[in-house]
């Protein structure tokens, strides 16, 4: 790591050689390589921009020129290169986050980790410059997956009105986002690809001409007269150049000295200019290449030499899902499968290879494919669509005006729910229940098992006349935890053992076990606890009022916001059934959670057993200090 370990800033890189600069994009792989094995992050996406990354560095001068990372899962190189070479905590507490962050460095602009969004910031930013009358650069990188969403061509559609506003978009096109990438844009940039392309064509064609006496200079300017319809024949870019935007491309995304050069060109141009680069995921690491899947897009802790796991995780809950949604189509012919380019992140790889015609892989769309849902569902399909719970929130206007309004029997999979951890504050799961709570006719069920996960799966699919949510946590999922009896539509988990109990506790989905654990350090208070799980969430079950009626205080826990979430449903559900009764409710409080491990994450917000165990036994206290000494009411803490 000779030259490596001498970057510590863009500038670093003017001072070397191309040898050099081949050489550190060696180094940079196998340090990619050897970090990422030991804790995991997304290794295919930055072996394949190395060349790229480096050469946007040297063109550009960040942090005065903003370089945007669509995503932002492919600036692991990017933090090498402005001096962030620690990686020994990569998305660990404490450690460089695996997306770019403006804590950690000027050169960090976009944080989201939401695709598709780059160029919306571009743009902005790019007016930004010319009204204020800076000279600065605008350069933003976005993937051939990311342009699948309707997003990336609003931003290009308003990018192309400017001619003479500078800025700068790099597509890095690899045929992937997580797999390979679909759509007609895909064939396009296959076909672009493909070509030999119309640069050379010219070049080859102006050379004999010009040789040829009397007609050959004549014929040539006629010839380039017509770069239009000539480019769009040989090599159709001018779905671009209709835009209004000028096309260098297609460049070897690994061409050091090519991307530079055709970077300095889009620079200097003064306008909106797309400079197309063909890179190849997992490059130079020949596990990720062999890979077919995805390329090593995100992997665990691995053997570098290998590239195989250290240890296996067993049952998880998108695996639960994934088995029991293939049983499902072996019974029904009328259900279908909705993923949004992540066919594998989210278990319909093996619903795809039993039903490959009843897969639809509609790219990073989610809004589109929550319509074309309700069209399918309307069509006489039930379509399931399974996505991340944090992906969910771009479809929110479709949910309610397309598919609810509608009453589309259409059921929405939400993998990844509640608190993720490590991917940091854009890929917590935390705003569905609280987000959803207000369309009309809406189910949602959290199950709390994988036995609950079928069962409730299965529930979702029966419905036809709405939609129907069924969420669930990320990684490993626990043994069963079985019901003594249902109540309504709950199952009740633990028996309070008193006449006259203390406290319901109300748990929500995957948090049953910490309810159960809570349970029995109240008991150990003298409080009696009945704990009861409601499935569904939404609406709140008819019984739930009746059986709180029973208890003197009662407890909800949520791996969601508290602001909107299911605490505040059964408080609104208790007061319209004039049950008054305290409520105390857990969950996450409003705010950005920085990137740590699920239970650091959990101890940091004070969503564990013993935390929740002791505020419950003071509220408890107080009621019974109330009794003795008062008759006025007390109002519960709430925070």
């Known amino acids: 790591m000779a030259l490596l370990t001498r970057i510590r800033g863009p500038r670093d890189l003017d001072r070397l050689s191309s040898e050099q600069l081949d050489q550190l994009a060696e180094e940079i792989r196998s340090f990619l390589v050897d970090a990422v094995s030991k804790t995991g992050g997304h290794l295919g996406p930055n072996l394949g921009v190395v060349e790229l990354t480096i050469a946007l560095h040297r063109v550009f001068d960040s942090p005065k020129d903003k370089v945007l990372w669509d995503t932002g899962h492919q600036s692991y190189v990017h933090k090498l290169l402005t001096g962030r070479q620690d990686f020994s905590k990569l998305k660990m507490k404490g450690g460089l986050s695996g997306y770019p962050s403006q804590a950690e460095s000027e050169h960090d602009v976009i944080e989201n980790s939401h695709a598709s969004t780059v160029l919306g910031w571009a743009d902005g930013l790019a007016k930004a410059n010319q009204i204020l009358k800076k000279d600065d650069h605008v350069v933003a990188v976005i993937g051939d997956g990311a342009l699948t969403g309707g997003m990336a061509w609003e931003a290009l559609n308003n990018i192309a009105d400017a001619k003479d506003r500078p800025l700068v978009i790099v597509v890095n096109d690899n045929e992937r986002s997580y797999a390979p990438t679909i759509g007609g844009l895909a064939n396009h940039l296959a076909t672009l690809r493909t070509t030999d392309g119309y640069e050379r064509f010219l070049a080859r064609g102006k050379d004999i001409l010009e040789r040829t006496p009397v007609v050959g200079k004549p014929l040539y300017e006629t010839l380039h007269g017509a770069k239009k319809g000539l480019k769009d024949f040989i090599a159709p870019q001018g779905m671009f150049e209709d835009l209004g935007l000028k096309y260098v491309g297609p460049i070897d995304g690994h061409d050091i000295e090519a991307l530079e050069s055709a970077l300095t060109r889009a620079k200097r141009f003064g306008g909106p200019v797309i400079v197309h680069c063909l890179t190849e995921k997992g490059r130079g690491y020949q596990p990720a290449l062999q890979d077919e899947a995805d390329r090593f897009h995100a992997v665990g802790k691995i053997h570098p030499d290998t590239g195989l796991p250290i240890a296996s995780s067993g049952a998880d809950w998108t695996g639960v899902f994934a088995d029991e949604m293939v049983a499902l189509g072996k019974e029904r012919e009328d259900i279908v499968a909705i993923t949004a380019a ?77 608190i993720t951890g490590t991917d940091g504050a854009s890929h917590n799961g935390m705003w569905d229940m609280s987000i959803l709570q207000v369309v009309p006719g809406l189910r949602l069920a959290a199950p709390r098992d994988a036995d609950q996960v079928r069962a409730q799966l299965r529930e979702a699919v029966e419905v036809t006349d709405a939609p129907t949510v069924v969420r669930f946590s990320k990684g490993a999922v626990g043994p069963a935890v079985p019901a003594l009896r249902r109540v309504g539509g709950m199952d009740v988990l633990r028996e309070a053992g008193s006449d006259k109990p203390d406290v319901l506790l109300v748990s929500v989905g995957a948090l049953a076990p910490m309810c159960l654990e809570i349970a029995g350090l109240l008991d150990k208070q003298g409080i009696s606890t009945t704990v009861v799980d409601p499935r569904w969430v939404k609406p709140v079950d008819e019984a739930l009022a009746p059986l709180a009626e029973q208890h003197r205080v009662v407890v909800t826990v949520e791996d969601n916001s508290r602001v909107g979430g299911v605490g505040s449903a059964v408080a609104q559900a208790l007061r319209d059934a004039g049950v008054d009764v305290p409520l105390r409710d857990f969950g996450i409080p409003p705010r950005f959670l920085d990137h ?44």
Do not use: W
Request: overall charge negative.
């Open 596 to 639: 740590a491990s699920r239970p650091e994450i959990l101890a940091e917000i004070g969503l564990t057993a013993p935390d929740i165990a002791r505020q419950v036994t003071g509220l408890v206290s107080r009621l019974d200090g109330r009794f003795e000494t008062s008759s006025q009411a007390v109002e519960p803490a709430r925070d």
């Open 342 to 418: 992540m066919l594998q992140p989210v278990g319909l790889d093996k619903f795809a290879k039993a039903f490959p015609e009843r897969v639809f892989d509609v790219g990073i769309a989610e809004q589109h494919g929550a319509v074309s849902a309700a069209g399918l569902a309307t069509g006489g399909l039930h379509p399931v669509f399974a996505v991340y719970a944090t992906f969910l929130n771009r479809a929110f206007d479709q949910v309610l005006m397309d598919v609810a309004l509608h009453k589309c029997g259409v059921t929405f999979v939400l993998d990844r729910a509640g």
